[in-house]
């Protein structure tokens, strides 16, 4: 049913086209009625939220809404571009379909900024903390929200990430993070990161990014400041520049680790966080239950992270050639979800088959 979904793909230089598209797709729909009309948004491709998104459109389906069959359902990726994100945010939250789901705080904020006459009902998912959002949430009271905006957020602690990191090397003392102070979600990371790494006696050092495509500048400065890894954090902008960080550090023969399960052969360490396909298939069924006729204004802000297990990817491939004693300790082994072995084969927990690359 995935392939099934009708995918928008809309970069930077086809901001202008945005409205005509969309127009278009409308258009196509009017002559069924009956069917509701579901759009999706994500503000990059990176897998967190390709999972994510993967999980609300299952969780639709699971309540009975199909792409094709039971429901229009078109998924809109901004490409990591706010400008873009927020072009198809107007034109999403017009009138014209009867629900948005959103994955990403980039996305939430953009749907809800664009949406704030409620002329559309959304449904937010893939956020760590709505309520630094700027969206018109109140922490002491989850049901205190817009009618018309709800979702629920999935904060993983930066204290399981920093102490998973300190089993696998105990004199751990310095880590660097790049991370881009225009996102509340990864402003919220970094501040509990710091609050954690005082209290384990590590020194956290930053870098600050404004894209892309400054995140290895930032990093190549974190090098030389002689930071022992490198940590990303539920950042957008550097998550979409893995691999690029990956790459120097490797260079430097240091580690990276992260918050944001992904591809567990990219070359970090390790990998632990919620599993964000689970998060968005529970936000989907949320929207179906709306879409279904239960009253927004009498469901709170919830938490997936209450009810979505934890993920953790290990790579022992990755322990090659490094300067410093990293290693997987024994305790810790049995706890993963898919391990990488020395040899580059790839295990995963409960499947008897192994992959090799």
């Given at each position: ?9 809309l970069?930077?230089?086809?901001i202008a086209?945005?409205s005509?598209m969309l127009?278009a ?5 009017s002559?069924?009625?009956g069917?509701?009309r579901?759009?999706?948004?994500q ?7 390709d999972?994510?998104?993967r999980g609300?459109?299952?969780g ?10 039971t ?8 490409q990591?571009?706010i400008?873009?994100?927020n ?13 948005v789901?959103?994955s990403?705080?980039p ?9 704030k ?11 760590a903390?709505?309520y ?6 109140d922490?002491a009271?989850?049901?205190a ?10 904060f ?15 004199s751990?003392n310095t880590?660097g993070v790049a991370w ?5 979600n ?6 509990d990161?710091?609050?954690v790494c005082k209290?384990l ?5 930053e870098?600050?990014v ?7 500048e930032?990093?190549d400065s974190?090098?030389?400041r ?13 998550s979409?520049a893995i691999d690029t ?13 992260s918050?944001?399960?992904g591809?567990?052969e ?10 964000y396909?689970?998060?968005?298939r529970?936000?989907?069924e949320l929207?179906a239950?709306?879409l ?5 204004a009498?469901?709170?802000i919830g938490?997936?992270g209450?009810f979505?297990?934890n993920r953790?990817?290990?790579?022992r ?11 997987v300790?024994?305790d810790?082994?049995p706890?993963a979800d898919?391990?990488v072995?020395e040899?580059?084969?790839?295990h995963?927990r409960?499947k ?6």
């Open positions: 049913m995935w392939f099934a979904v009708k995918r928008l793909f970069g930077s230089i086809m086209g945005a005509a127009l797709t409308d258009r196509t729909r002559g069924i009625p069917m509701p579901i759009a999706v948004l503000h990059a491709s990176v897998p967190v939220l999972d994510g998104v609300m459109i299952d639709l389906s699971t309540k009975g809404y199909r792409d094709g069959e429901a229009h359902i078109t998924v809109y990726n901004a990591g571009e400008a873009t994100a072009a198809i945010a107007r034109e999403i939250t017009d009138g014209r379909f009867d629900l789901l959103t990403s705080t996305s939430l904020q953009a749907v809800a900024n664009a949406n006459a409620g002329r559309t009902m959304h449904v937010f998912g893939i956020v903390d709505p630094v959002a700027g969206v018109g949430l922490r009271n989850p049901l929200h817009p009618r018309h905006l709800v979702g629920q957020g999935i993983f602690p930066p204290s399981k990430v920093f102490g998973t990191a300190r089993q696998m090397w105990p751990l880590v881009d102070p225009a996102q509340a990864s402003r919220r990371f970094v501040e990161a710091r609050v209290e006696g590590i020194e956290l050092l870098a600050q404004e894209n892309t495509a400054g995140v290895r930032a990093i974190l090098i030389g002689g930071v022992q890894a490198v940590w990303v954090g539920g950042d957008i902008t550097v979409n960080v990956i790459a120097a550090c490797r260079q430097a023969r240091i580690v990276v680790f918050q944001m399960p591809d567990p990219r070359g970090t360490i390790f990998d632990i966080g919620f599993d396909y689970q998060a968005g529970a936000c989907g929207a239950d709306i279904h006729g239960a009253d927004p009498a469901i709170p938490e997936a209450d979505v297990a953790l990817f290990l790579n491939k990755a322990l090659r050639g490094l300067k410093d004693p990293w290693r300790p024994d810790l082994l706890t898919v391990v072995d040899e580059g084969v790839l995963q409960g008897d088959k192994t992959r090799e690359r």
